[in-house]
C-alpha cells in the first residue's frame, strides 16, 4: 500500500525567503506525482505535475523535482510573498489493476509566510 | 473554461439520512474520482469513473456510492449517514486517468 509523507507538517518563514517542502512516497512504481495548494476550506489547486520519467518541472517561482528511486519529490518556492501561505498537497499517482489510477495524497505541510 | 463545480457548497444532515452531492467535471473531460477529507484522516481516495464505469473504488463501506452519467456529471450518494461522515468532499475532473487532476471547491457536510 502506498504511503505519502510531508514533513514539516507546518513551517513559518519571513516574506522574501527562498523554501523547501519535502515529499516522501514508498512504492517507487508510480506513474506520476502532482503538488497541490489548498487554501482553507477550499478545494486544492493544481501547481506542477511531474511525470515518472521526468526529474523536474518548473512554473514562475516554483519548482518541483522527482527522484522515483529514493521515493522522494521535493516543491522549491523562490523568494515567499505572504499569498503563498496555504497548505500544499503532495499527490502520488499510481496505475492499479484494470488500468484505473488514483492519487494517494500526503497530510500536507501547513506553510505561513510572515510580512 | 467552467471549472469543477460541486453542488450544493454545504449540507447538514441527521444520523440515518442519505445524501446526495453532485460533481459537474471541466468540459471535455471524461475522468471523475472522489475524495473524502477530514482533519484526522487527510484526503482519502473514494471512487474514480471514466467513461461512466466505476474502475476504482477506495477502502469505504458500501454505504458510499457513486455514478457517473453519459455527459461526465457524477453523483456521489452515502446512505444510513454517520457522524463520522462530516468531511469535505471532493471531485476531481480529468481528460483522463493519469492525466493532470482539477479539482472543485467541495461540499461540506456535517452529520448532526
Known amino acids: 500500500k502506498q504511503e505519502v509523507t510531508q514533513i514539516p507538517a507546518a513551517l513559518s518563514v519571513p516574506e522574501g525567503e527562498n523554501l523547501v517542502l519535502n515529499c516522501s512516497f514508498t512504492?517507487?512504481?508510480?506513474?506520476?506525482l502532482q503538488w497541490f495548494r489548498q487554501d482553507p476550506g477550499k478545494g486544492l489547486t493544481s501547481l506542477l505535475l511531474?511525470?515518472?520519467?521526468?526529474r523536474e518541472q518548473t512554473s514562475g517561482r516554483l519548482n518541483a523535482s522527482l527522484d522515483k528511486s529514493s521515493g522522494r519529490s521535493t516543491l522549491y518556492i523562490a523568494a515567499s510573498q505572504p499569498g503563498d501561505s496555504a497548505t500544499y498537497l503532495c499527490a502520488v499517482g499510481l496505475y492499479s489493476g484494470a488500468g484505473s489510477y488514483q492519487l494517494t495524497f500526503g497530510k500536507g505541510t501547513k506553510l505561513s509566510v510572515i510580512p | 473554461k467552467a471549472g469543477v463545480t460541486q453542488t450544493p457548497r454545504y449540507l447538514i444532515k441527521t444520523r440515518g439520512q442519505q445524501v446526495t452531492l453532485s460533481c459537474s467535471p471541466i468540459?471535455?473531460?471524461?475522468?471523475v474520482s472522489w475524495y473524502q477529507q477530514t482533519p484526522g484522516q487527510g484526503l482519502q481516495f473514494l471512487f474514480e469513473y471514466f467513461s461512466e464505469t466505476q474502475r476504482n473504488k477506495g477502502n469505504f463501506p458500501g454505504r458510499f456510492s457513486g455514478r457517473q452519467f453519459s455527459n461526465s456529471r457524477s453523483e456521489m450518494n452515502v446512505s444510513t449517514l454517520e457522524l463520522g461522515d462530516s468531511a469535505l468532499y471532493l471531485c476531481?475532473?480529468?481528460?483522463?486517468?493519469?492525466?493532470?487532476?482539477?479539482f472543485g471547491q467541495g461540499t461540506r457536510l456535517t452529520v448532526v
Open positions: 468540459s471535455g473531460h471524461r475522468s
Open positions: 511531474i511525470q515518472s520519467s521526468q
Open positions: 476531481a475532473s480529468s481528460e483522463g486517468p493519469g492525466a493532470p487532476a482539477f
Open positions: 512504492d517507487s512504481a508510480i506513474y506520476n
